[in-house]
């Protein structure tokens, strides 16, 4: 499958129309497009019998606008979504973009840190974001009528935050407590420390939030920069689903946005990440982080598959069988019929040029050499054997209800808009989406298992053990 991506969609005769920029638009964000050279282009991309009707403009700046307009709903989620997460980070940067995540809910030109949680509240309406390793998402939840306010508050603090010096030594030691109780969290702490086992000094294998001996030193300086040169128009992506009108939205974004940084000459919207060259991965390793827990927390894993590879729903139904709920294979093993661990499942990770595949259990400190030896067993099974057609049915079945069922919200149909166009260059519809599940066949399932769970896989524990315990296991 090719992973190129296609420009903005060219202007056709089908549900396509230009749109105009706000009253007094300055030349600096308007005079290509007053010569003809650059219009906002909106065109309808679905729709879908099982949701509303999807629409898509790219503004003359490269910034996308993504609608999904549902009348029955009464609400409207609203998101601003920018294509840096932690991986785009240099090592001295650790926890910029999370930094920055904070940092922007402080104040901008026109409203204070009160203003932005004030003027949300008081409608009636919440607030959040959150930063990944490949993007970062800003995002509201409103009533349909306050859908203007939530998109100016939304829009002024993502483009135009002042970053008050005062205010990053406040956010400092606010994410400093935070890393430290990330570190009191051994269920949470596990995944890091496998993900450094797959992927060492590698971006993908550090923390989002940074650690204290970057976090600490970083200056206001630095995350202006780091602002400036990575929140750009054509990195951003804004979606809102709910009872909503398109070309509405559109107007009152660009009316958000005028004499804003973002508010650019003309551009194309940025590609997503390529996926090649693909992330190198270390050989398979074992690291232990000792720490007086009364749980031992163990995941086995080993490199998976990227975002856009061809088997990532066979990925899906595979996942499904083996741990992916209480009828699972390793659920039913291990907890079920041994009663040796509270929590275990499986889970897949994906990114632009990699991905892991992994087993997390909490458990007895005593038991963890069962629990590891039932998990191994049970993944050579599956390689060696494969799975029945009765097992990948109900995989299907799993991966296609959890799938709709997510979607019964506004904030995941918000959601799925903007990660299809900044993580996929696309937004698949959901007929065609089931459609590919359904595909997937008992071979498609069992060959991707032989491949993937023969791979040499890494442990990560974090429990009351010393350093080497796990070197001979």
């Not at 629409?55 to 979504?81: D, H, K, N, Q, Y």
Request: hydrophobic fraction near 40%; charge should be negative.
């Amino acid at each position: 499958m090719s992973r190129a991506v296609s420009a903005p969609f060219p202007p056709d005769r089908r549900g396509v129309a230009s749109v105009p920029g706000p009253a007094g638009a300055s030349p600096r964000s308007n005079g290509a497009a007053r010569s003809g050279a650059a219009r906002a282009v909106t065109r309808t991309i679905s729709d879908d019998p099982l949701g509303g009707t999807v629409r898509r403009t790219v503004l003359p700046s490269g910034l996308r606008v993504l609608t999904e307009a549902i009348p029955a709903m009464r609400s409207v989620s609203f998101g601003v979504w920018v294509a840096v997460g932690s991986r785009d980070e240099t090592g001295p940067q650790a926890g910029a973009a999370h930094f920055l995540e904070h940092l922007l809910f402080k104040g901008t030109n026109k409203r204070s840190a009160l203003d932005i949680s004030s003027e949300i509240e008081a409608v009636g309406g919440e607030t959040n974001a959150f930063t990944t390793k490949e993007y970062t998402c800003y995002y509201a939840r409103v009533l349909d009528e306050d859908l203007p306010l939530a998109i100016d508050v939304m829009c002024d603090l993502v483009a135009d935050s002042v970053l008050e010096p005062a205010d990053v030594e406040t956010e400092r030691g606010v994410i400093l407590e935070e890393i430290a109780m990330h570190d009191d969290e051994p269920g949470d702490e596990v995944h890091d420390l496998f993900a450094r086992a797959v992927y060492g000094d590698h971006p993908l294998g550090r923390l989002i939030s940074g650690t204290e001996e970057t976090v600490t030193p970083m200056t206001r300086r630095q995350i202006q920069g780091f602002y400036r040169r990575r929140y750009t128009a054509p990195q951003i992506v804004v979606a809102a689903a709910g009872n909503l009108d398109h070309a509405t939205v559109v107007r009152l974004v660009r009316q958000a946005l005028h004499g804003t940084p973002l508010d650019t000459d003309p551009a194309a919207p940025a590609s997503h990440r390529s996926a090649t060259p693909a992330v190198r991965t270390k050989p398979a390793t074992t690291l232990v982080e000792p720490k007086e827990t009364e749980q031992a927390h163990v995941i086995l894993g080993c490199p998976g598959i990227d975002r856009l590879d061809e088997r990532r729903f066979a990925l899906g139904v595979l996942n499904n069988i083996l741990g992916g709920g209480m009828s699972s294979r390793l659920f039913q093993e291990i907890r079920e019929r041994r009663g040796l661990a509270y929590s275990v499942y499986s889970y897949a990770s994906q990114y632009a040029d990699s991905g892991l595949f992994a087993v997390y259990a909490g458990c007895a400190p005593g038991k963890v050499d069962e629990v590891l030896e039932l998990t191994r067993a049970e993944l050579a099974r599956v390689a060696a054997d494969g799975l029945t057609e009765a097992e990948v049915a109900r995989g299907k079945g799993m991966s296609k209800g959890s799938f709709v069922l997510g979607l019964e919200d506004t904030g995941s149909r918000m959601s799925r808009l903007a990660k299809g166009e900044l993580l996929y260059g696309h937004l698949m519809p959901v007929d065609e989406l089931l459609g590919r599940v359904d595909a997937v066949t008992v071979a498609d399932v069992n060959t991707l298992a032989a491949e993937l769970l023969s791979r040499p896989m890494s442990l990560a524990v974090v429990g009351p053990f010393g350093a080497n315990d796990f070197s001979a296991r």
